[in-house]
C-alpha cells in the first residue's frame, strides 16, 4: 500500500537552530499537509499544500510541495521552546478517501 | 468553540469486556474518521465514515466497529478488547468531501483517549 517515509525520525537541536524535516514516498499525491502534536493534544493542522512546486509560509514555518508530487518538506526557522512536540506529514491522493500520515518526526529544542 | 470531542480521555480496562469510545464534532462536518497512534508507527486509519449510515474499513479496521447514526456522532467500538488494541485513538473530521479533487482543508483531531487493555 501507500506509505510515506518520514525523516529524521527524532532531532534534538538548540534554541534559536533551523530545522528540516521530509517526507517521501513512491506513491504521487495530490495534497500534502503538515501537522504538529503538542503532548498530550491531538495533531494540529499547521500548512496545507494543493498543488506541485508550491511553497508555503506560516511565521517561521515553510513547506513545499516536491515538484514530482512524490515529497515535501518542513523548515522551521529560528526554533523556540514551544516548538517541541512531533511533527507529522500526510498526504492524500486524488482517488483515494485516505489521508495518509507519516510516522512523525519528535522535535526537542534546548534552551 | 469548534471542536471534535472524544470520551473518556484515559481509559484501562480488561481482556474481553466491551467498550465504546465516543466522538462528537459541532463543526456540521460530513467526513469522520478513527485513526490509532502507537510509537513508530505513526497514525493509522481504523474507520472513517463519508456521511450518515456511510462507514468503510480503513488499514487496520480488525476489532473494531463504528456507527454513524447522526452526523455529529461516530462512536468507535470494541467488542472484546486485547491487549494489542492498547493505543492512543483519535477521532478526526473535516468539512472536505473526499472524491473532491482540490480539497481546501485538513483533518480536525480530537485530543485522544488513552486505551490500555490488561
Known amino acids: 500500500g501507500q506509505q510515506l517515509n518520514q525523516s529524521p525520525q527524532s532531532m534534538f537541536i538548540q534554541e534559536g537552530e533551523d530545522v528540516s524535516m521530509n517526507c517521501t514516498s513512491s506513491?504521487?499525491?495530490?495534497?500534502w499537509l503538515w501537522y504538529k502534536q503538542d503532548p498530550g493534544e491531538g495533531p494540529v493542522l499547521l500548512i496545507a499544500?494543493?498543488?506541485?512546486?508550491e511553497l508555503t509560509s506560516n511565521g517561521r514555518l515553510t513547506a513545499q510541495f516536491g515538484i514530482t508530487r512524490k515529497d515535501s518538506f518542513l523548515n522551521i526557522s529560528a526554533s523556540i521552546p514551544s516548538d517541541v512536540g512531533i511533527y507529522f506529514c500526510?498526504?492524500?491522493?486524488?482517488?483515494?478517501?485516505?489521508?495518509?500520515f507519516g510516522t512523525g518526526t519528535r522535535l526537542q529544542v534546548f534552551p | 468553540e469548534a471542536q471534535v470531542t472524544q470520551n473518556p480521555r484515559y481509559l484501562i480496562t480488561v481482556t474481553g469486556k466491551k467498550l465504546t469510545v465516543t466522538c462528537s464534532q459541532n463543526?456540521?462536518?460530513?467526513?469522520m474518521s478513527w485513526y490509532r497512534q502507537d510509537p513508530g508507527l505513526g497514525l493509522r486509519q481504523i474507520y472513517y465514515?463519508?456521511?450518515?449510515?456511510?462507514?468503510d474499513k480503513g488499514d487496520v479496521p480488525e476489532g473494531y466497529k463504528v456507527s454513524r447514526k447522526e452526523k455529529r456522532n461516530f462512536p468507535l467500538i470494541l467488542e472484546s478488547p486485547s491487549p494489542n488494541q492498547t493505543s492512543l485513538y483519535f477521532c478526526?473530521?473535516?468539512?472536505?468531501?473526499?472524491?473532491?479533487?482540490?480539497?481546501?482543508?485538513?483533518?480536525?483531531f480530537g485530543s485522544g483517549t488513552r486505551l490500555t487493555v490488561v
Open positions: 478526526a473530521s473535516s468539512s472536505e468531501t473526499p472524491d473532491t479533487a482540490y480539497s481546501r482543508y485538513g483533518y480536525t
Open positions: 506513491s504521487i499525491f495530490n495534497t
Open positions: 499544500l494543493y498543488k506541485a512546486g
Open positions: 500526510a498526504a492524500r491522493s486524488y482517488n483515494t478517501d485516505k489521508l495518509i
Open positions: 463543526m456540521n462536518h460530513e467526513y
Open positions: 465514515s463519508m456521511n450518515v449510515e456511510v462507514t
